[in-house]
């Protein structure tokens, strides 16, 4: 589930509410928690992300890690579904979005995929 404030800083941050700025906060909150006991300074938790695709998703990468092009995110364009390889200190944590439900609205997939749970919205890898 994600913090409403936060959620709210990255739709500010993005301009709009989509879907896709869902899916790239709620990756970045993952991969937040799967580094957490690594994280010393938490206004620069030190994670890099790689992500298939510049738009919607990485403005919520960007958000909520406080990251940007060149610096800790990587953008390398693929197609099909989105990949996001977060990384720090040679710990992976790989998400790639399983596909979606049909015929949803964007407001009711935003509210899928903010407080579904994670493995239902994302296939989820850890590399060490
Ligand atoms: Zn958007």
């Known amino acids: 589930m994600i913090d409403q404030t936060l959620w709210d800083k990255c739709v500010a941050f993005h301009g ?5 700025l869902a899916i790239g906060v709620k990756a970045a909150a993952i ?7 690594d994280i010393t300074d938490e206004d620069h938790p030190g994670i890099t992300c790689t992500s298939s695709t510049s738009k919607c998703p990485s403005d919520g990468i960007r958000c909520v890690l406080g990251i940007d092009d060149g610096t800790g995110l990587t953008v390398a364009e693929k197609e099909g579904e989105l990949c996001f390889d977060f990384a720090r200190g040679g710990k992976h944590i790989i998400l790639t979005t399983l596909p979606g439900k049909h015929g949803l609205s964007a407001e009711e997939n935003i509210v899928r995929i903010l407080m579904g ?3 239902d919205i994302f296939d989820i890898k850890t590399r060490y």
């Open 16 to 20: 709009h509410r989509c879907p896709g």
């Open 31 to 37: 991969a937040l928690d799967f580094f957490m006991d």
């Open 117 to 119: 749970r994670d493995q």
